[in-house]
C-alpha cells in the first residue's frame, strides 16, 4: 500500500482545490466541483471564488443566486453554504437527519420539545406555500398556534423539519453584517422535488475535491456519521493509500497526486474556507498549535492565510484596512509576497474603495 506524506496531501489539497494555481472557469461549475462552498457570511463565498479563479467577478454569483442556478441553504455540517440547485436536490436529503438531529440541541429543544413536530412542519409548510417570508413573520405567526418560551426560534426549528432556501438577494454582495434572510420552501423555489438520498455519490464528489481522506474526514466535512458501510461498498472502486501514521486514505484511482514539491503562492481564505474545515484532521493544511490558538474564536469564523501551503496566520477587514496578523516569522520574500497578494485582495474587498495594508510584527 503507498505511502503518502504530510506535504503531498497538502499539495494535492491545494491543486484540487483550485488554490496551487487559479483557474478559469464558471463560477457555477467550481461551486460544483467543491460541492458546497461555506456561506454563513454572505460575503465570505465571493472571496473563496475570488481566491481560486483568474477572472471573477461578484456579478457572476449575483447572477446566478439571483437566477436560482445557486442556493444559499443549510447543508453539510448543518451550516449555511451555497451549492448548485442541481446538486442541492441530491445533498440536502442524503444529509438531512444531520440537519433534523439539530432539534436535539438545547437552543431548538427549549423552544419545541413540548410540540407536536408534525404539527409544526405542516403549519409552517402551509405558512411558506407560494411565498417568501422572513423569520421574524414566520415565527410572529407560528407562536399564535404554537405556544412557545421561545418563539424567534421557532422559523429556525422549521428549517429543521422541511426543507427551506434562502430567498436569493440574502446571499448576493453586499453589507458584511446583519443581513435579513427571509426564507421559502426549497422545492417551490428549485421547481422541482428533491432527489433521493446519495451517501455514495457524495463520498465520491467530496473526494475528488478534498481527497486522499479517512472516512472520519468525510464525515466531518459532511456532518454525517455512519459512513464506513457505504465507503466499505465503494473501496473496490477506490485507491487505497496509508497517511505517515498508518491511518488508510480513499481516493478515487485515476485523480494525480501533486508533487509534494510543487511552488504554491500565498493564498489568502475566507472564515469557514472548506480547505481549511473539510478534514477531521487538518494538520494538511493547519497545524495544531495554530487550530488551538484560535479554538475560542473559531465558531465565530477567523479568515486566514496560506504560506508553502499552510496557514501562517490571519487577516481581518477592519473598515477600510486589511490586517495581516502573521503567527510565525516571515522571511524578507514570504513578507513581500504576502504583502503583495494583500494589496491584490484590497479591491475585491472594497470594490470602487481604497484602502490600506497593516502587517504586524509576528
Known amino acids: 500500500m503507498t505511502e503518502i506524506s504530510l506535504r503531498q496531501l497538502n499539495r494535492t489539497l491545494l491543486t484540487r482545490q ?7 472557469m464558471p463560477a457555477a461549475d467550481l461551486i460544483s466541483h467543491l460541492v458546497a462552498v461555506q ?3 454572505a460575503n465570505w463565498p465571493f472571496i473563496g471564488l475570488w481566491t481560486r479563479l483568474t477572472d471573477f467577478r461578484t456579478a457572476e454569483l449575483d ?7 445557486v442556493v444559499r441553504a443549510t447543508m453539510i455540517r448543518r451550516t449555511v453554504h451555497l451549492a448548485t440547485a442541481d446538486d442541492y436536490r441530491w445533498l440536502y436529503p442524503t444529509i438531512r437527519p444531520a440537519v433534523e438531529s439539530m432539534l436535539q440541541v438545547a437552543y431548538y429543544r427549549e423552544a419545541v420539545e413540548h410540540l407536536d413536530h408534525a404539527e409544526l412542519r405542516t403549519a409552517g409548510r402551509n405558512l411558506l406555500t407560494g411565498r417568501t417570508l ?8 407560528l407562536a399564535e398556534q404554537f405556544p412557545s418560551p421561545y418563539p424567534e426560534r421557532l422559523s429556525s426549528a422549521l428549517g429543521l423539519l422541511t426543507p427551506v432556501v434562502h430567498y436569493e438577494e440574502a446571499g448576493v454582495w453586499g453589507a458584511w453584517r446583519n443581513r435579513r434572510v427571509s426564507i421559502a420552501l426549497a422545492e417551490e423555489f428549485l421547481g422541482a422535488p428533491l432527489a433521493a438520498p446519495a451517501p455514495e ?11 486522499p481522506a479517512t472516512v472520519a474526514d468525510v464525515q466531518s466535512w459532511s456532518g454525517t456519521t455512519k459512513l464506513a458501510e457505504v465507503m466499505a461498498r465503494l473501496r473496490p472502486r477506490l485507491r ?3 497517511d505517515e501514521s498508518g491511518r488508510e486514505l480513499y481516493d478515487l484511482p485515476d485523480t494525480p497526486l501533486a508533487d509534494p514539491d510543487l511552488p504554491v503562492p500565498v493564498r489568502f481564505l475566507p472564515a469557514f474556507d472548506n480547505a481549511l474545515l473539510g478534514h477531521k484532521d487538518r494538520r494538511r493544511v493547519i497545524g495544531d498549535a495554530d487550530r488551538t490558538r484560535i479554538a475560542k474564536i473559531a465558531s465565530g469564523g477567523v479568515p486566514m492565510y496560506l504560506v508553502d501551503g499552510f496557514v501562517h496566520g490571519r487577516w481581518d477587514l477592519d473598515g477600510e484596512t486589511l490586517r495581516v496578523t502573521p503567527w510565525h516569522p516571515l522571511t524578507r520574500a514570504a513578507e513581500a509576497a504576502v504583502y503583495a497578494a494583500a494589496q491584490e485582495l484590497l479591491p475585491a474587498l472594497l470594490p470602487g474603495g481604497t484602502g490600506d495594508i497593516r502587517v504586524t510584527p509576528a
Open 240 to 242: 487505497v493509500l496509508r
Open 134 to 141: 422572513t423569520r421574524t413573520e414566520i415565527s410572529k405567526t
Open 63 to 69: 447572477s446566478l443566486l439571483r437566477d436560482r442556478t
Open 18 to 24: 483550485m488554490l496551487a494555481e487559479r483557474v478559469t
Open 201 to 211: 455519490t457524495m463520498i465520491l464528489r467530496y473526494l475528488a475535491a478534498f481527497g
Open 39 to 41: 456561506g454563513q457570511e
